[in-house]
């Protein structure tokens, strides 16, 4: 049964406000995405206003992203698993370019989900993201994608890997071999990160 949460209250919950003060400043100490989360559904609980829940957006993409530069430059993957401030990292950027292709931003879309589908270590969401990049490639609109292709029946709200969408109305193969013109345009547009990798793992 679900707990009704008392926004009021809560509101002027000294020691919620002075937990929510102490994230806020940890997360901007320590640059972490998955604090910056916690704050967001703090903010969100109380129903905070609009500009404050902008502010911590703002700051959890924008942290996001310099921490991906860092990992491109480093070579280095995303544990969605098993690393809890990666997996905060990897879902801003995915967040971001679901909000970008629902914009009709196909562009900046395509190259984010390319990304992860470079950075994700984990073979069965690095997939889907493939699928993601496909579906915007072919010029399939957010919505069609949503409706059309994704399957929303079999998400399990409690698997932390949920808020990657890696249910599709046919198996991932089936749809890669569908889509194996926009594969290879996408994997042609991965060799300068994967030459990137391979130069650096040269000089090791």
């Known amino acids: 049964m679900q707990q009704h949460i008392d926004v009021e ?13 102490r994230l806020k400043e940890e997360a901007e100490a320590e640059k972490s995405v998955s604090k910056g989360y916690r704050l967001l559904d703090s903010k969100l609980v109380i129903e905070a206003p609009e500009e404050e829940i902008n502010e911590v957006f703002t700051f959890i993409v924008n942290t996001a992203f310099d921490k991906l530069a860092d990992y491109l430059t ?16 990897a879902r801003a950027i995915y967040e971001h370019a679901m909000q970008r292709y629902s914009e009709n931003d196909a562009k900046a879309a395509k190259e984010m989900f390319l990304v992860l589908y470079h950075t994700i270590a984990h073979e069965e969401i690095k997939e889907a993201m493939m699928v993601h990049a496909c579906a915007v490639m072919a010029g399939n609109s957010f919505d069609s994608f949503i409706d059309d292709i994704v399957d929303l029946r079999h998400i399990d709200p409690h698997d932390p890997l949920a808020i990657f969408v890696s249910e599709f109305v046919q198996p991932v193969d089936i749809l890669l071999q569908m889509y ?5 345009e996408g994997k042609e547009a991965l060799k300068v990160l994967e030459k990137e990798e391979a130069k650096t793992k040269n000089k090791e």
């Open 9 to 21: 209250a809560l509101k002027k919950d000294p020691e919620f406000l002075a937990n929510m003060q």
């Open 74 to 89: 480093e070579h280095r993957k995303f544990d969605i698993v098993g690393n809890e401030e990666e997996r905060a990292i």
């Open 180 to 184: 194996s013109r926009y594969v290879e």
